[in-house]
């Protein structure tokens, strides 16, 4: 399943890790950890504070490690809605009137996100930033995109801004998405044996994986933002709003359409113009409009704009990643999603037409292998340039 | 670098992707990660054993690793089948953890009075029907423009995720999650109505009484099994105990202690039981519904305030036969627990 083998890097309160991004960073952590853990210890250490003599340093310490504390909190509970935390949000919610404390208060709750959770916080690229990026391996494209007119940058600053994502090993993180036949079992027995609720024709699906993505997410509208995703990306990392809605509605999900919710959530519906409002906010899609501000330092007025089709004013607007995609999902991610998708439906039509030996079905795959290679070239020639992996 | 240290942050992933579980599920991830584990790194040495004793440590690891984020890895027996259920719970209910919900001020609010109605009905039946649940929308504050049928979506997420039961009857009470999450509030909000398991001492909102007046043993349904089997009469009051705990003279706690009642009141009805449940629970609703709200500002612990304005509130509709009956039943009930 396409959707699943790209849905899979997805842990539940997080996402996936990505060697090169998290690699520096546990190199990083590491550091950290030894001189922690002669120190006064990590997230599971129950401190024997104030048998120092240095009573001030313990309470400022204490004073740390509390915070840090609450920071973990406040970042686990964040990521439950799926919007990045921003900077100012910890400073209020947590540091108080010691904002200079910061980097001492964020360094230690990584600290313990690693070591309890296996997470970390990861700060999104600014969009700036992922501007200049692309436009470096754009060069060309740009020439014949002049109208545009995009601007190279300055290189990106630190957004402020941060979600929670999986540091574990990725193939811990992708075991943990497989189907396992006692998970399932169990998650059959868990399932209220509500006999009685005959007017509720909804079933609790769940796949027997280690990570119930299922209860942690809104699957069928994520697969609606994945498609979305790759819509943008193979458009050249950027469609118009009128494109994106003339697919969509091709694909069966017309302007006024609604969007399944599953039964946790308090809605039945949500409408595409909502659903597609709460991905800018969580940092999904951005929707800017067209020659409005491109290079100009706004980037903060980006996303606030209400997510209406072209509107009456004549003013026309066009659909990027956002920067939580490229952090939490990656381009790669998403390629491989369309062509597993597209190669693994040719593969299908095959198999219908006759049934081949052993030998014709290693060539197959390897045909199919093969197919998946190319299939990715020409997403990476779509997109107009190198894929990139997890910011 | 995998580590062995990973089995527990995957297993806290899986628990964090996951509102409540069974014990035997939360087992079942436990050894599934510790295989993730090894796939990823063959050669890892992973202390595992499938014996109760092994779990338990783990737990108190897992524990010991979130003990000072104010978060705990707690269990309950749930209180209609006996199952051992799982959730990570939240002990700090400070500004940080506001944000952890998805629900709405408004949602949240109409959550906190759903959970009145259930701790405040009459006769320890703790549930409320579902007309009387979705009447208490208009009762909100602040105001909401939340339609019923909203309401009824909103009521449908609490039972998906664990908050909420609902019966065959339509009834809404608390489930496992709500107990093991909200406990400390509950007993500090309803003092007074609240009941204890006389076994576990657990609270306990589905279950049966002990049948003699004044007698303050309650048992959830498998705490009163494993009693029964080695003893034959309460153990305060000495009074003979059927085998069963639906059997007569027990009396239920929880939505069966509606039925009774009903019973008596519209047997010579030709309603379905769903209709005559919502007939007479609407004006039992206003002076439950209202009057707990305008005592809850200067609740002080003041019950006989509560019993003077709720027998007040009933005066004022006294036609219908059956809200007499409820008015009698409801004073009764608050003495009997003196």
Redesign the interface.
């Known amino acids: 399943m396409a959707r699943a083998s790209t849905r899979s890097q997805k842990?539940?309160?997080?996402s996936q890790s990505q060697p090169r991004a998290s690699q520096s960073q546990?190199a990083h952590r590491g550091r950290n950890e030894e001189s922690d853990d002669d120190g006064e210890g990590g997230?599971?250490d129950y401190e024997a504070d104030g048998d120092a003599g240095e009573m001030a340093v313990d309470e400022g310490e204490t004073e740390i490690?509390r915070k840090a504390?609450?920071l973990?909190?406040?970042a686990?509970?964040?990521e439950?809605?799926r919007t990045p935390l921003r900077r100012e949000e910890i400073s209020k919610?947590?540091l108080g009137p010691s904002t200079r404390a910061f980097n001492r208060v964020f360094d230690r709750a990584q600290d313990?996100l690693q070591?309890?959770?296996?997470?970390e916080l990861a700060e999104l690229p600014t969009r700036a930033g992922l501007d200049a990026d692309t436009n470096t391996v754009e060069d060309e494209l740009n020439e014949a995109r002049k109208a545009t007119g995009m601007k190279k940058k300055a290189a990106a600053t630190g957004s402020k801004t941060y979600i929670l994502r999986?540091v574990?090993?990725p193939?811990?993180i992708e075991?943990?998405a497989l189907t396992?036949e006692?998970?399932l079992e169990?998650?059959a027995?868990?399932v209220?044996s509500?006999?009685?609720?005959d007017d509720?024709d909804y079933t609790?699906q769940y796949y027997g994986s280690?990570?119930?993505?299922s209860?942690?997410d809104q699957l069928s509208s994520i697969g609606v933002l994945y498609t979305i995703l790759a819509l943008i990306l193979v458009n050249g990392r950027v469609i118009s709003d009128s494109e994106l809605r003339a697919h969509l509605k091709r694909l069966g999900l017309p302007p006024n359409g609604l969007l399944p919710l599953?039964?946790?959530?308090?809605?039945?519906t949500i409408t595409l113009e909502a659903y597609l409002a709460t991905l800018i906010r969580q940092g999904y899609i951005d929707r800017q409009q067209v020659g409005d501000n491109k290079a100009g330092g706004k980037g903060a007025k980006r996303g606030r704009v209400p997510t209406h089709a072209d509107d009456d004013s004549g003013a026309t607007y066009e659909w990027r990643w956002g920067t939580r995609a490229g952090s939490e999902i990656g381009e790669k991610a998403v390629a491989k999603f369309v062509a597993e998708f597209m190669v693994g439906d040719a593969a299908g039509d095959e198999d219908d037409e006759e049934e081949g030996g052993s030998r014709r079905g290693r060539e197959r795959r390897e045909g199919a292998e093969e197919k998946l290679v190319r299939m990715m070239k020409g997403i990476e020639r779509a997109a107009g340039g190198q894929l990139a992996e997890i910011k | 670098?995998?580590s062995s240290?990973?089995v527990?942050?995957?297993f806290?992933?899986?628990i964090?992707?996951?509102?409540i579980?069974?014990g035997?599920?939360a087992q079942?991830?436990w050894?599934?990660?510790v295989?993730?584990?090894k796939?990823?790194?063959p050669d890892i040495s992973v202390p595992y054993s499938q014996t109760k004793d092994a779990w338990d440590a783990f737990v108190v690891?897992v524990n010991?690793?979130?003990?000072?984020?104010?978060?705990e890895f707690r269990h309950l027996h749930d209180e209609t089948t006996g199952r051992e259920m799982y959730a990570l719970v939240?002990r700090?209910g400070d500004?940080?953890?506001q944000?952890?919900?998805?629900?709405?001020p408004a949602?949240i609010a109409y959550f906190k009075a759903i959970i009145e109605l259930i701790m405040l009905a009459p006769r320890e039946s703790f549930s409320v029907s579902s007309f009387a649940a979705l009447r208490e929308v208009s009762a909100i504050k602040p105001k909401t423009n939340m339609s019923k049928t909203?309401a009824e979506?909103?009521l449908?997420?609490f039972?998906?995720?664990g908050w909420l039961?609902?019966?065959?009857?339509g009834r809404y009470s608390l489930a496992t999650r709500a107990l093991l999450e909200l406990g400390p509030y509950l007993k500090s909000t309803y003092p007074d109505e609240i009941v204890e398991c006389t076994i576990c001492m657990e609270i306990m909102t589905h279950g049966v009484a002990c049948h003699t007046n004044n007698c303050k043993v309650r048992m959830h349904f498998h705490c009163f099994t494993t009693y029964r089997r080695r003893h034959k009469a309460c153990p305060t009051c000495r009074a003979d105990w059927p085998e069963s705990a639906n059997e007569k003279p027990l009396v239920p706690v929880g939505e069966a202690a509606v039925k009774d009642g009903e019973d008596a009141k519209h047997s010579g009805r030709e309603k379905s039981a769903e209709d005559s449940d919502e007939e007479d629970e609407a004006p039992m609703d206003e002076s439950q519904g209202t009057q707990p709200r305008t005592q809850r500002s200067q609740r002080t612990r003041k019950t006989k305030v509560n019993v003077d304005e709720s027998m007040d509130m009933d005066d004022d509709d006294e036609e219908e036969p059956v809200k007499k009956e409820k008015k009698s039943s409801q004073p009764s009930r608050r003495s009997s627990r003196k």
Not at chain 1, 11 to 14: D, I, L, M, R, T
Not at chain 2, 64 to 71: E, G, H, P, V, Y
Request: proline letters at 2%; one cysteine or more.
């Open positions: 842990a539940p309160a997080a546990r997230a599971g490690k504390n609450d973990v909190r406040l686990l509970f964040t439950h809605k919610k947590v313990i070591k309890t959770f296996g997470m999986s574990l090993h193939a811990i075991y943990a396992d006692q998970i169990e998650e027995a868990d209220p509500d006999d009685d609720n509720d609790p280690i990570i119930s993505w209860s942690a599953s039964q946790s959530s308090t809605h039945k | 670098m995998v240290d990973d527990q942050r995957l806290l992933q899986a964090l992707s996951r509102g579980l069974s035997k599920l079942t991830l050894e599934k990660c295989q993730a584990v796939a990823a790194e690891k010991k690793s979130i003990d000072n984020l104010d978060l939240n700090k500004e940080i953890a944000m952890a919900t998805d629900y709405t949602e909203q979506n909103v449908g997420s039972v998906a995720k039961l609902r019966s065959k009857r």
